[in-house]
């Protein structure tokens, strides 16, 4: 069948207002209709990443700011539940998996653990929009002393020889299907006993370095792990899956904005990247930025 040429321009050209409309110049008028207010759990990256969606909300009129909900998703879901919230930056597979109670229904393949994630959201009024290419995963990592002393490169080589290892790392990695519950599920090894919560990054990458543990979960688009010279243990078994950022919203928010609001959030998540955050947390955690400096960079490289 012949292509009309004339639509396909037209509809190039429909493309790029439209993007214009979601991306381009700051200031636009006031739109009206509700705050929207950000959720940032107490990690660096969702600092940043709050910012970055009030940003580029602000850019574009939107009322917009970010409120700290504490680093637990019963936290988050909460404030939605009250109102103190309706937009919250998340991770696809993590999100579905906490709220279908570990049934291993997330997968590899960000689109379809997305429509999924929806299935469960739909009964709590929140819709998650279209997934970002960035992905943020709990990495498993050693130093390289312990990697050469017992022979450990994968989660496999871990179950087999690392059972007595001291874990750390973020209090919800007890019930993360993806952290202490995944291990055992897919590799056989239980290290409840020796798990120790700390906060992400720093503090686990400091603990780990001193040895009050020997095996810490820092997430994979941290800087720590190159910059420290961790082993990154290989999930040779797929335990991990589609954790890509994803942005949550209330069903009554994108009721209030309509298409414009979730045209302008697919734009960001369509320029986010896990090598972008990966950059935005070194200067987060390693060089002790603050997120909305970072944030505002982002924004200014890409068009906000």
């Given at each position: 069948?012949?292509?009309n040429?004339?639509r396909?321009?037209?509809?190039?050209?429909?493309?790029?207002?439209?993007l214009a409309t979601?991306c381009?110049?700051?200031?636009g008028d006031a739109?009206?209709?509700?705050?929207?207010?950000?959720?940032?759990?107490?990690?660096?990256?969702?600092?940043?990443?709050?910012?970055?969606y009030?940003?580029?909300?602000?850019?574009?009129?939107?009322?917009?700011?970010?409120?700290?909900?504490?680093?637990?998703r019963d936290?988050?879901?909460?404030?939605?539940?009250?109102?103190?919230?309706n937009?919250?930056?998340?991770?696809?597979?993590?999100m579905?998996?906490?709220?279908?109670?570990?049934?291993?229904?997330?997968?590899?393949?960000?689109?379809?653990?997305?429509?999924?994630?929806?299935?469960?959201?739909?009964a709590?009024?929140?819709?998650?929009?279209?997934?970002?290419?960035?992905?943020?995963?709990?990495?498993?990592?050693?130093?390289a002393?312990?990697?050469?002393?017992?022979?450990?490169?994968?989660?496999s080589?871990?179950?087999?020889?690392?059972?007595?290892l001291?874990?750390?790392?973020?209090?919800?990695?007890?019930?993360?299907?993806?952290?202490?519950?995944?291990l055992?599920r897919?590799?056989?090894?239980?290290?409840s006993?020796?798990?120790?919560?700390?906060?992400?990054?720093?503090?686990t990458?400091?603990?780990?370095?001193?040895?009050?543990?020997?095996?810490g979960?820092?997430?994979?688009?941290?800087?720590?792990?190159?910059?420290?010279?961790?082993?990154?243990?290989?999930?040779?078994?797929?335990?991990?899956?589609?954790?890509?950022?994803?942005?949550?919203?209330t069903?009554?928010?994108?009721d209030?904005?309509?298409d414009?609001?979730?045209?302008?959030?697919?734009?960001?998540?369509?320029?986010?990247?896990?090598?972008?955050?990966?950059?935005?947390?070194k200067?987060?955690?390693?060089?002790?930025?603050?997120?909305d400096?970072?944030?505002?960079?982002?924004?200014?490289?890409?068009?906000?």
């Open positions: 069948m012949r292509t040429r004339s396909v321009i037209g509809a190039g050209l429909l493309a790029l207002a439209m979601a381009g110049d700051s200031g739109k009206d209709g509700p705050e929207i207010v950000i959720a940032a759990q107490d990690f660096g990256e969702s600092e940043i990443l709050a910012e970055i009030k940003g580029a909300l602000t850019s574009q009129g939107y009322n917009a700011r970010v409120q700290r909900v504490g680093g637990f936290l988050e879901l909460a404030a939605f539940d009250s109102g103190d919230i937009l919250a930056p998340e991770y696809a597979a993590s579905l998996e906490y709220l279908n109670e570990g049934k291993g229904e997330a997968s590899g393949d960000a689109t379809a653990t997305t429509g999924l994630l929806n299935d469960y959201l739909e709590l009024g929140l819709v998650a929009l279209t997934p970002s290419g960035a992905v943020d995963t709990n990495a498993f990592v050693i130093t002393a312990t990697a050469e002393s017992l022979g450990i490169q994968s989660l080589d871990l179950a087999e020889k690392g059972a007595d001291k874990l750390g790392g973020p209090p919800d990695c007890e019930t993360n299907p993806f952290c202490i519950p995944g055992l897919v590799y056989g090894l239980d290290l006993a020796n798990f120790t919560p700390l906060q992400a990054g720093i503090p990458a400091d603990a780990l370095d001193q040895g009050a543990i020997d095996v979960i820092i997430f994979s688009t941290s800087a720590l792990i190159a910059d420290r010279g961790y082993v990154l243990l290989e999930d040779d078994k797929n335990m991990l899956a589609a954790d890509n950022v994803v942005p949550v919203v069903q009554e928010l994108l209030a904005y309509g414009e609001l979730k045209a302008l959030l697919d734009a960001v998540s369509s320029q986010l990247t896990t090598a972008a955050l990966t950059e935005m947390n200067r987060f955690d390693i060089d002790n930025e603050n997120a400096d970072i944030a505002a960079d982002w924004l200014a490289a890409n068009g906000y």
